[in-house]
Each structure stands twice: as structure tokens, then as C-alpha cells.
């Protein structure tokens, strides 16, 4: 058996699907991409792909994992780490599929029956939250994510730090305290206003406080996590075991994303470090179906899953949204804030190859560049 044919499809609203096809006719799907570099992504999979992968036997995943990430003598990274983790999860469910068992029956069973997962409201610039979240719950979630903030300058004003108190206080008022509510920092906030912030919000409970600060200042997540009672959760913008050892003393939650952590085999190895460590699992997934489908399966095994992020209806998703390219769409369906977990072989789902082909075409998109008052580059 080997590996015979692969294609690559830019879709909207943001996303890069892989097709891997293997020469008994098994295909496999995978999506490598990062948001707004998804023509840089896909090159270094087309290296990859010509360069190793065709002509391999898909079955030996770990291997190939190995040496698509030690053979070269640079490594890591998002785009390389991305288009690793786009090929890993092709593999996982061509491998699925050719054995007749989701890919979590080989990583070696459930370890629950459903997954908890949480919906975003409000957008970049959050305003009108409230109504969004009651419309949220009254659909069926329990959990529910917000950005804390618009941009913030290093040193703001009180004024700043109470309208962001002020929003989350209108969604805790609005749905109760039997929903959790995550707080995204998004990395806009600078040390000094962290620590102000986190204890702001503090008062009105956040489910948990997501990268408080930029992975590259994590070594102040002591101090900012001194300010809150609520757990700290970090890890989307770290892209293997590596990375993540250097905070598992010092998080609640780890985030590592599918689709930029090197697939299912590295974030399989994450959670398991992190439960080593009493850490929270909750995988980064604000892509597609097929990121989101991968992030299912690592979840329904890993016994430290907390709750599953997920981008149906997300403020991004401007032409096309998640259940689009499926031809299953209620593989996804949720209940009490629940989905159950999909028994189909490999990923679970199956894509609508004819939607994949009428939308793809080149996808420009890219996060906006914000600057501060003084014309300065802000944090997005």
C-alpha cells in the first residue's frame, strides 16, 4: 500500500483543505493551514508531499511524523508545524478507514461518551454581547467564549479596563451562573495591563483567562495568574511538546491547536504531558470541519479533555461556515451543550467533495493590522 496522489483546495472562509489518496483508492483528509498564510502553508506541504510522502506506506504515522520533523535541520515552527499536522491527520483517517475504527479506537478508546463545547460571541471589537449570549444558551450551549477586549495601549486607562468589566458583566447577568464563560486576551494585552485586567474580571467568574499575554512573555503567567481565582488557559500559538513543556507548571488549561501543532500524534503527546501535570486539555479550533473533527478524536480519548472549542457561526466565517463541506452535517449536532462522540471510521466524517471543489480558489484572507492612537502597530 502507498501513498499515491494528494491535492491541496483553499476554501472559504479562511481554510486549506489536503486530500491524500492511497493507491487501493482509500483518501484521507487533513487541514494544514494558518489563517492568512494559507499559500505559504501550502507550499511546505507540497514539499512534504513531493519530497517524502508520495510513494510511502501511510500506515507507519509515527515515522513519518519523525521524519518530516527531525529530517530537516530546521524545525518547528507554525508553517512547518501546520503542514505536518495537516498530513498527520490525512494519515489518522486514511488509517481509520482502512481498518474500519474512528481514530480514537486506536489511540486507544473513549475515555467519555460525549464532548463539551463552546460557542464565540461577540467579535473582534465585542459590543451587544449580552443578547448574543442568551441567544446562544437558548440554543442549546453551555459555554460560551468572548474576546475581552479591543485593542489595548501597554499602560490604559481605568476607562479601559471597566468597559471590558462592564461587557462581561453584562453576559454573566444575561445567562446565570449555571454557563461558563471563557475570556479570550488574545494576546492584545501588554504585562502591565494583564494583572489589571484578569482581576477586573475576576468577580464575575470566567470559565477560564486564554493567553493573557503573548507566548513569548509566558514566563509572567505567574504573575498574572497571582491576580485571578480563574484558571489560565494558553497554547495556540505553540506548536509542539516542546513549547508546551516549558508551561505546564505554571497553566490551568493547555490550547494547542490541531491544525498547527503538529496533528493528532503531537497533540495526543501534549495531553498526556499535561495530565501529567493536572492540566487541562481544550484544543484550539476556531478552522473547519476537518481540524474539528481531528480535535474530537484526540478529545474523546484524552482523559484530561475539558471542553472543545468550535467555529460554527464564528464571526469569521463570512462565505462559507464548518458544516458546509459536510455531507453529514449532523455528525455535529449538539444537545445540552454536548455533541456525542462520531463512531464512523477515521475522522468521522465525510466530506462533500463536490462543495470542496465548486468553492476553492484562492482564499486572501488576513487579520486585520490595528494601530494605537499614536499610529503605532497594536496587537490583533
Not at 12 to 19: A, G, M
Not at 73 to 78: E, I, K, L, Q, S
Not at 299 to 328: C, F, R, T, V
Amino acid at each position: 500500500m502507498a501513498i499515491v496522489d494528494y491535492d491541496l483546495y483553499q476554501v472559504p472562509p479562511r481554510w486549506l483543505f489536503l486530500r491524500v489518496e492511497t493507491d487501493d483508492g482509500t483518501v484521507g483528509w487533513g487541514e494544514p493551514v494558518v489563517e492568512g498564510r494559507a499559500a505559504t502553508v501550502e507550499t511546505a506541504v507540497e514539499e512534504l508531499m513531493e519530497g517524502y510522502l508520495l510513494g510511502e506506506d501511510p500506515a507507519r504515522i509515527e515515522d513519518h511524523w519523525q521524519t518530516m520533523y527531525r529530517g530537516g535541520f530546521y524545525r518547528g515552527g507554525p508553517v512547518l508545524m501546520s503542514a505536518i499536522a495537516g498530513i498527520d491527520q490525512a494519515l489518522w483517517d486514511i488509517k481509520g478507514k482502512q481498518l474500519g475504527a474512528p481514530v480514537h479506537e486506536l489511540l486507544g478508546g473513549r475515555a467519555r461518551d460525549r464532548l463539551r463545547i463552546y460557542q464565540w460571541i461577540g467579535g473582534d471589537r465585542p459590543a451587544e454581547v449580552g443578547e448574543e449570549a442568551e441567544e446562544k444558551v437558548d440554543a442549546g450551549l453551555t459555554a460560551l467564549k468572548m474576546n475581552a477586549t479591543e485593542e489595548l495601549r501597554r499602560v490604559d486607562t481605568p476607562a479601559a479596563i471597566a468597559e471590558a468589566e462592564e461587557r462581561l458583566r453584562t453576559v454573566r447577568e444575561a445567562v446565570g451562573d449555571e454557563v461558563d464563560i471563557a475570556v479570550d486576551f488574545h494576546g492584545r494585552v501588554a504585562k502591565p495591563m494583564a494583572k489589571k485586567l484578569a482581576a477586573a474580571l475576576d468577580p464575575y467568574d470566567p470559565m477560564f483567562i486564554e493567553e493573557p499575554v503573548l507566548p513569548e512573555q509566558n514566563e509572567s503567567l505567574p504573575a498574572i495568574g497571582a491576580k485571578t481565582s480563574a484558571p489560565i488557559a494558553t497554547g495556540e500559538r505553540m506548536f509542539s511538546r516542546w513549547d508546551f513543556k516549558e508551561i505546564l507548571e505554571t497553566v490551568d488549561v493547555v490550547q494547542p491547536d490541531l491544525s498547527h501543532a503538529g496533528g493528532i500524534t503531537e497533540v495526543s503527546k501534549i495531553a498526556s504531558m499535561a495530565e501529567a501535570h493536572d492540566v487541562a486539555l481544550a484544543p484550539h479550533c476556531p478552522l473547519g470541519p476537518i481540524a474539528f473533527a481531528s480535535c474530537v478524536q484526540v478529545d474523546a480519548n484524552a482523559h484530561n479533555a475539558l471542553i472543545q472549542e468550535q467555529s460554527l457561526n464564528i464571526h469569521y466565517n463570512e462565505g462559507s461556515d464548518m458544516l458546509d463541506y459536510l455531507k453529514d452535517k449532523s455528525v455535529f449536532e449538539y444537545e445540552e451543550g454536548y455533541i456525542d462522540i462520531p463512531d464512523g471510521p477515521g475522522l468521522g466524517i465525510e466530506i462533500d467533495e463536490s462543495v470542496v471543489a465548486e468553492r476553492a480558489g484562492d482564499v486572501n484572507w488576513h487579520n486585520p493590522v490595528w494601530r494605537h492612537g499614536d499610529g503605532s502597530v497594536a496587537e490583533w
